[in-house]
């Protein structure tokens, strides 16, 4: 009891009014953690999908993604076959068109 009353006798006379403060301070913060707890109570919790549902979910944006490429290659395919066609038209064409002119040739020579 005497080691009390003589540390209350070394402190500054303001320290009162520094404790009440702090004791003021730590009221309101404990109070608004209060307050946050019961608003965060009355939220929904959202679910936390597990590993395995998180897993199939990038694997099915995957496979999605894979069939946009699928597509993509077989338009692409679908023209470069497309455009072989026409090649190999043209090549017939210019095949006929020197074998004419070879006939031609072969005329005038004679």
Known sequence: M????????????????????VQAALKHVAEAAAERERALALEKPQPVPDRESLWNQCLARMEARMQGWRAVMQRAEKN??????????????LKQWV???????QNLAE
């Open 99 to 105: 074998s004419a002119l070879q006939g031609l040739r």
């Open 2 to 21: 005497q080691e009390d009353h003589r540390m209350q006798a070394s402190l500054p006379a303001e320290w009162g009014k520094v404790l009440e403060d």
């Open 80 to 93: 470069v076959q497309e455009v072989d066609q026409e090649l190999q038209a043209r090549e017939e064409a």
